[in-house]
Protein backbone atom coordinates (compact mmCIF):
# COMPACT_ATOMS: atom_id res chain seq x y z
CA UNK A 1 0.00 0.00 0.00
CA UNK A 2 1.01 3.66 -0.29
CA UNK A 3 0.51 6.20 2.51
CA UNK A 4 1.12 9.52 2.31
CA UNK A 5 2.75 11.43 5.28
CA UNK A 6 2.66 14.99 5.19
CA UNK A 7 6.37 15.82 4.05
CA UNK A 8 6.76 18.65 1.61
CA UNK A 9 11.02 18.49 1.34
CA UNK A 10 13.57 16.44 2.77
CA UNK A 11 13.62 19.58 5.22
CA UNK A 12 10.28 18.17 6.67
CA UNK A 13 11.72 14.72 7.94
CA UNK A 14 11.41 14.12 11.53
CA UNK A 15 11.59 11.77 13.95
CA UNK A 16 7.40 12.22 14.04
CA UNK A 17 6.99 12.81 10.50
CA UNK A 18 8.29 8.96 10.38
CA UNK A 19 6.22 7.46 13.34
CA UNK A 20 3.81 5.90 10.25
CA UNK A 21 7.09 3.54 9.51
CA UNK A 22 7.22 2.99 13.43
CA UNK A 23 3.99 1.24 13.63
CA UNK A 24 3.59 -0.99 10.28
CA UNK A 25 3.58 -4.79 11.13
CA UNK A 26 5.40 -6.85 10.28
CA UNK A 27 8.51 -4.08 11.61
CA UNK A 28 10.43 -2.68 8.83
CA UNK A 29 14.05 -3.13 9.02
CA UNK A 30 15.05 -1.14 6.71
CA UNK A 31 13.75 2.61 5.77
CA UNK A 32 14.88 4.01 2.46
CA UNK A 33 14.16 7.55 1.81
CA UNK A 34 14.35 9.36 -1.22
CA UNK A 35 15.48 13.01 -0.62
CA UNK A 36 14.36 14.16 -4.38
CA UNK A 37 17.30 15.39 -6.78
CA UNK A 38 20.32 15.11 -4.60
CA UNK A 39 21.20 13.12 -1.21
CA UNK A 40 20.47 15.46 1.48
CA UNK A 41 21.46 15.00 5.09
CA UNK A 42 19.14 14.22 7.60
CA UNK A 43 19.81 15.56 11.46
CA UNK A 44 21.43 12.98 13.10
CA UNK A 45 19.15 12.71 16.10
CA UNK A 46 16.88 11.55 13.54
CA UNK A 47 18.78 8.60 12.16
CA UNK A 48 19.92 7.70 16.12
CA UNK A 49 16.17 7.87 17.19
CA UNK A 50 14.99 5.39 13.95
CA UNK A 51 18.11 2.79 15.07
CA UNK A 52 16.97 2.55 18.42
CA UNK A 53 13.86 1.56 17.42
CA UNK A 54 15.36 -1.37 15.08
CA UNK A 55 15.34 0.49 11.81
CA UNK A 56 18.19 1.41 9.58
CA UNK A 57 17.83 4.57 7.97
CA UNK A 58 19.39 4.77 4.12
CA UNK A 59 19.25 8.36 2.91
CA UNK A 60 19.88 8.86 -0.85
CA UNK A 61 18.35 11.05 -3.84
CA UNK A 62 14.90 9.36 -4.87
CA UNK A 63 16.28 7.64 -7.81
CA UNK A 64 18.79 5.63 -6.35
CA UNK A 65 16.46 4.95 -3.23
CA UNK A 66 13.78 3.49 -5.68
CA UNK A 67 16.27 1.10 -6.88
CA UNK A 68 17.82 0.75 -3.87
CA UNK A 69 14.54 -0.43 -2.07
CA UNK A 70 13.99 -3.23 -5.18
CA UNK A 71 17.04 -4.49 -4.78
CA UNK A 72 16.14 -5.32 -0.70
CA UNK A 73 12.52 -6.47 -1.18
CA UNK A 74 13.57 -8.66 -3.78
CA UNK A 75 15.99 -10.05 -1.22
CA UNK A 76 13.25 -10.25 0.95
CA UNK A 77 14.09 -7.94 3.39
CA UNK A 78 11.38 -6.19 5.39
CA UNK A 79 12.29 -2.66 3.87
CA UNK A 80 9.76 0.67 3.08
CA UNK A 81 10.37 3.62 1.28
CA UNK A 82 9.48 7.34 1.77
CA UNK A 83 10.55 9.21 -1.38
CA UNK A 84 10.33 12.68 -2.22
CA UNK A 85 9.91 13.31 -5.84
CA UNK A 86 12.72 14.86 -7.67
Known amino acids: PV ?3 QVG ?3 DISFQSLAL ?3 LEPPVEV ?3 GTGDRVERL ?3 V ?3 MRACGIAVEVQDTPNACATFNFLSTEGRL ?5 IPP
Open 47 to 49: LKQ
Open 43 to 45: HPA
Open 79 to 83: VAAGL
Open 9 to 11: SWQ
Open 31 to 33: LVL
Open 3 to 5: LSP
Open 21 to 23: FRL
